[in-house]
């Protein structure tokens, strides 16, 4: 298996990035010019983890999301569904946590986390809405949620050269520098498909997440989502 068809079929995902664990963290720099350092800079700073809060990184992946909320001595539970990715994790990070477990399923109680947040994974997860509920499920009332996932440039001329143009150079860039460019078809076409910010608020809203909002980076190629479970923290 080396790529997911849209239909995002849970072994194929799974499959798909073991294939790709070893040199994830260092095709996400080059393809991104970059900009993933800032991005998740960003993520932190909405996170705003503190020490001796628990924070859940879903769809960890190699646990490199999780490594910026590590640093501020917060407890911090990478949990993702691909055991090449945690392996790899488990490599670079012996002391973090690494879980495993699919997003529609999560192996934690009830009202566990102050923080839950998920970095380029919520694209994958066959099923966004159970994964948004999960994701409630497992949070403290007045706790959060904090998405970061590609979503639609705002301003239309780029929007245009994004998802015609830049999607579509994807595939033949990755060859260069991926050990599996198929995977970054599925990249590029899963970004294609993937709902715009007004439509995965409400996503989040139907979850039951409430006091909603967004706020883009880069001018829209990605966007981070909050939202909080209602009741007291
Ligand atoms: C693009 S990687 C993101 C990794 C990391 N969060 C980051 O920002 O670098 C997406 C991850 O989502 C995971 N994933 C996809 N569907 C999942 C599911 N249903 N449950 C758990 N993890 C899932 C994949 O295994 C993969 O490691």
Redesign the pocket.
């Known amino acids: 298996m080396t790529r997911a068809s849209l239909d995002?079929q849970?072994h194929e995902?799974?499959s798909m990035?073991d294939g790709v664990a070893a040199n994830?963290?260092l095709t996400?720099d080059v393809l991104s010019l970059g900009q993933?350092r800032l991005w998740?800079k960003e993520v932190a700073r909405a996170v705003n983890a503190r020490p001796a809060q628990k924070v859940l990184?879903?769809?960890?992946?190699?646990?490199?999301?999780s490594m910026p909320f590590a640093a501020t001595g917060a407890y911090v539970v990478p949990?993702?569904?691909?055991l090449g990715?945690l392996r790899e994790g488990k490599k670079r990070h012996p002391w973090l946590p690494l879980t495993a477990?699919?997003?529609?399923k999560l192996p934690f109680r009830d009202d566990v986390f102050d923080t839950v947040t998920?970095?380029?994974?919520l694209r994958?997860?066959?099923d966004t809405d159970s994964?948004l509920r999960e994701l409630y499920r497992v949070t403290k009332p007045g706790g959060q949620v904090v998405i970061?996932e590609f979503s639609q440039p705002t301003w239309e001329p780029f929007r245009t050269v994004y998802k015609e143009y830049l999607m579509r150079a994807l595939p033949p860039v990755a060859r260069g520098v991926s050990s599996n460019p198929d995977a970054y078809v599925y990249l590029a076409e899963s970004i294609r498909a993937w709902p715009d910010q007004p439509a995965l608020a409400g996503l989040l809203q139907k979850a039951g997440w409430s006091k909603v909002a967004w706020r883009n980076l880069t001018g829209g190629v990605v966007a981070l989502h909050r939202g909080v479970k209602a009741g007291q923290a």
């Open positions: 995002k849970p995902v799974a990035f994830y963290d996400n993933a998740r990184d879903l769809a960890a992946g190699t646990a490199t999301s949990c993702d569904f691909s990715m477990g699919d997003a529609t998920i970095s380029f994974g994958n997860v066959h994964a970061c």
